[in-house]
């Protein structure tokens, strides 16, 4: 096959799709399994929401199904999508968003369900706590374990001295 050939070739996948034109599915990719992360944002730093985005890339062809699961149960409201982009090896890739207030036991997930794919991918979101947490943590921790470090040493010191104090014997005992 000669280069102009291959450069019409690869024209009619552009606009067609490779599964559209005789004998490209063999020459090009026809399906792609998506690669599926979470990340997270907070609105500001005294912000109460948070932002859980979904995003699933590398995939082909486009059609894609990615939603927010709460406690298993599918999310409809506080979702934003942002437009599917086109990357340069034929993939695609798409975000989709969560506004959601965490709260202590809610466990997220987000599911992705694709034509290369037997079953969904589900991929739940794990919690981390800030730097600033994890300062404040240690900084806690640190002062709790001096403090039981003096008062160990405080009450000892204070025993010792107890027994070290002579003691009269009662004046009635004596014989």
């Known amino acids: 096959m000669g280069p102009g050939l291959i450069l019409l070739e690869t024209l009619l996948v552009l606009l067609l799709g490779p599964h559209l034109v005789p004998g490209a599915e063999r020459r090009f990719k026809t399906s792609a399994q998506p ?10 730093p005294r912000a109460h929401h948070s932002l859980l985005i979904c995003t699933a890339a590398g995939y082909y062809p486009s059609e894609i199904n990615v939603k927010w699961l709460k406690n298993g149960q599918e999310q409809t409201e506080g979702l934003g999508y942002a437009d599917e982009l086109r990357n340069g090896d034929w993939t695609f890739q798409n ?37 600033s947490a994890k300062s404040k943590m240690w900084t806690g921790g640190m002062g709790a374990l001096l403090g039981v470090v003096f008062g160990a040493v405080a009450i000892s010191l204070y025993l010792k001295n107890k027994k070290a104090v002579p003691t009269a014997p009662a004046v009635g005992l004596i014989g």
């Open 95 to 131: 975000q989709v968003m969560l506004e959601m207030v965490p709260q202590w036991g809610d466990l997220y997930a987000c599911q992705v369900e694709h034509s290369s794919l037997k079953e969904p991918i589900t991929i739940q979101w794990v919690p981390e706590m800030s730097d």
């Open 35 to 44: 690669s599926v992360k979470i990340s997270h944002t907070k609105a500001g």
